[in-house]
């Protein structure tokens, strides 16, 4: 399985307060994603990193902002969190292997955060 | 991105194959066709990736008919273990290219 790991696994917060999640890697990838899940959906697009310092918003990044100052690690912030914000979280990375064009995604094991 | 449409779910017995349709009608020239396949409680695993025709792995066929508006993941004589869901998802095969998840299909495995 591809080096990556979540912190924390679980975690338990109030509305408004300030939450960050961490995923770390150890494959040296150069595209990080950010994705939440919910309940009988599939997963959505929080944020994106295409390098150190190089981010974008995918389809879902209100209230949700993403920092990337190491290849290895990619922080995602909840600055206030919301109860709408209560879900699994999961990491992702990829990369370019050789010559070819590759879009596999390799996911993390996953960050469930309850808002109360 | 092109939409996919697949079964919410389905039901089998070990030993039997298994076969997922996905309906990808506006898939696009160059677009790629890609299966994931998600355990409880774990990020998704790559399956198999398949652009046209018939693509074969350790772990599943894919089979493309010749317009690419539907594909189908075979699953050979699934085990108990091969409960999961299942999501088909169509797009740009490039490094770095952002995924487009739909709901999936939940597949249960019965003995």
């Known amino acids: 399985d591809a080096g990556i790991t979540q912190s924390p696994r679980h975690k338990v917060t109030e509305t408004g307060t300030p939450v960050t999640l961490r995923c770390h890697q150890t494959?040296?990838?150069?595209?990080m994603y950010w994705y939440r899940q919910d309940p009988g959906h599939g997963l959505r697009l929080i944020h994106y990193s295409y390098g150190v310092k190089d981010t974008d918003k995918g389809e879902v990044s209100d209230g949700y902002s993403v920092s990337r100052s190491k290849t290895e690690d990619f922080l995602l912030t909840l600055e206030s969190a919301t109860s709408s914000q209560t879900s699994v979280y999961f990491c992702a990375i990829s990369d370019r292997i050789g010559l070819a064009a590759y879009n596999e995604q390799f996911f993390g094991p996953g960050t469930r955060l309850t808002v109360l | 991105l092109a939409k996919t449409t697949q079964p919410i779910s389905m039901d089998s017995y070990e030993g039997q194959e298994v076969n997922i349709t996905c309906s990808h009608n506006?898939?696009?020239?160059?677009?790629?066709i890609t299966w994931y396949q998600q355990f409880p409680s774990q990020g998704p695993r790559f399956i198999i990736q398949?652009?046209?025709t018939k693509v074969t792995n350790e772990v599943a066929s894919l089979f493309i008919p010749a317009d690419r508006k539907s594909s189908t993941l075979s699953l050979p004589r699934v085990s108990l273990s091969d409960t999961a869901v299942y999501y088909c998802l169509v797009g740009k095969n490039n490094a770095g290219n952002m995924l487009t998840f739909g709901g999936g299909t939940r597949l249960m495995v019965k003995p």
């Open positions: 398949g652009y046209k």
């Open positions: 494959e040296n990838h150069r595209y």
């Open positions: 506006n898939i696009a020239t160059n677009d790629y």
